[in-house]
């Protein structure tokens, strides 16, 4: 529906990501917690994608497994509060090829007039790592999640 907006501001070590969605908050959050929907949008589309586990509740564990010709690249994480529609979804994500490296992301659903606004804000330890981030292919990666996440979404009902 829109585009993917990406503001990361001189010196502070936070990306925020903004994209407006043709669908309602529940369709949203339902791509964001259900495992096989998830690995149909998370990453760009060159990746295989599968959700080793996913636990949603306050301190659950998640892992994701990206998967090329060259090898896996996993991701994990830790669940802050319980997720919910309203109350959106805190976690933290670090990369296991750069273990410590560690920042909390924020995911809101907001109700529009024709839809979602989906705001995801990242907080890193440090404006380096937060351009570490960006450095590894994090903007390119965003935009064409956000992308498939837009088409998979046209497919959905609410739950």
Known sequence: MGETQL???PGIPQVLMIREFDAPP???FR???EPELLARWLG???LKMSVDRLDLRHGGEWRYIHSDEDGDYGFRGVFHGTPSVD???VQTWEFEGAPGHVHLEVATFEPTEGGTRLTLNATYPSV???DAAFESGMESGARESY???DE?????QPA
Do not use: D, M, N, Y
């Open 7 to 9: 503001i990361a501001e």
């Open 26 to 28: 529940e369709v949203l």
């Open 31 to 33: 791509a964001f917690t």
């Open 44 to 46: 760009p589309r060159r």
């Open 87 to 89: 109350a959106g979804i």
């Open 128 to 130: 380096e790592s937060r």
């Open 147 to 149: 992308e498939r996440l």
């Open 152 to 156: 998979l979404v046209g497919t959905l």
